[in-house]
């Protein structure tokens, strides 16, 4: 009864966290507009979650992990691919979403939750098998450049898919494969992106709570 409770309130504390930072961006919520938000008094907040950084971290790996189960595909390159063509197509439509995610690119310590994210996910794919630093740093290039050619797009009027084309080249290249494969992997990301569900990539309402 008492791990239920908890867990309710570390819902409560996300879902309240996660619709104040979209409205008002990370930087300009303090712990006490959260706990006033849910109700809770800011030293109980404090009490599950320490420090601000971990609230952003559980939201931003919840959601990840939830629009990653939209994409079926089984092949980790080509769900990986997917992933950041309709990340980046998702991000664009909304300017609320697009000023979140653009404050994280902004703010190194922010980037480090959204990198060590698909580093993880990456390792357990096994994508690369025993080479962990040869991801992570392979990672950090490719995501870096590319987050970044997207902050800058409204200058650059880049196509969004070659946002994505641009990250997967750079990153797979790093991890030693041929632009045929790279070329290949793509093209069926391409139709798997175009298929799914706009209404499966919304900001979750139940979060998966776990120490990350």
Do not use: C
């Amino acid at each position: 009864m008492m791990k239920n409770t908890k867990n309710n309130k570390s819902q409560a504390i996300l879902k309240g966290a996660e619709d104040l930072f979209l409205e008002k961006g990370y930087a300009k919520v303090t712990y006490q507009q959260i706990s006033n938000t849910v109700g809770i008094s800011k030293s109980l907040l404090q009490y599950y979650y320490p420090k601000k950084i971990k609230i952003l971290e559980q939201i931003l790996y919840s959601n990840f992990t939830h629009w990653l189960n939209t994409i079926p595909e089984e092949d980790d390159y080509v769900k990986f691919t997917t992933f950041f063509l309709k990340f980046f197509q998702f991000i664009s439509e909304k300017n609320q979403v697009r000023n979140f995610m653009l404050e994280i690119i902004d703010n190194n310590e922010l980037l480090d939750i959204f990198t060590s994210f698909f580093e993880q996910w990456l390792i357990k794919s096994k994508i690369t098998e025993n080479n962990h630093k040869l991801i992570k740093s392979s990672l950090i290039f490719a995501l870096s450049g590319s987050l970044q050619l997207y902050r800058f797009n409204e200058t650059l009027k880049f196509p969004i898919e070659s946002i994505t084309d641009t990250l997967i080249t750079t990153f797979f290249r790093f991890l030693g494969y041929s632009d045929k494969s790279i070329t290949n992997t793509f093209k069926k990301a391409q139709k798997y992106y175009k298929n799914i569900k706009h209404d499966d990539w919304v900001f979750v309402e139940n979060f998966d709570i776990k120490n990350y």
